[in-house]
């Protein structure tokens, strides 16, 4: 089992940044990719970005520029830096882990219970 919990949501004004954090604890955070999801309401949950055990990084295409995912293997931790925030980026943020990196929600077991950003106009 590997748990999750993420922090750092909060309300931010259009242009700003942001930084979440992810901390994993029960098993070796080394072995799992990690990755970023995020739902607005009445959406359905969408890919962020990943990054993979090797260190490799995806982004989906509404965050290329902006966001930076990394990871601390030291510290069990990933995060996620948020630049240039828009309005559309308002959802609820979660991280996921697995051993593989997939940009597909369905493929992971391991989820936390997510963190609310909201981006004010």
């Known amino acids: 089992q590997v748990q999750l919990v993420e922090s750092g949501g909060g309300l931010v004004q259009a242009g700003g940044s942001l930084r979440l954090s992810c901390v994993a604890s029960?098993?070796?955070?080394?072995?799992?990719?990690m990755a970023w999801f995020r739902q607005a309401p009445g959406k359905e949950r969408e890919f962020v970005a990943g990054?993979?055990?090797?260190?490799?990084?995806t982004y989906a295409d509404s965050v290329k520029g902006r966001f930076a995912i990394s990871r601390d293997n030291a510290k069990n931790t990933v995060y996620l830096q948020m630049n240039s925030l828009k309005p559309k980026d308002t959802a609820v943020y979660s991280c996921?882990?697995?051993?593989?990196?997939?940009?597909?929600?369905?493929?992971?077991?391991?989820w936390g219970q997510g963190t609310q950003l909201t981006v004010s106009s």
């Open positions: 996921a882990a697995e051993g593989v990196l997939y940009t597909i929600a369905r493929r992971y077991d391991y």
């Open positions: 029960g098993r070796t955070f080394s072995d799992y990719g």
């Open positions: 990054i993979s055990r090797s260190g490799f990084t």
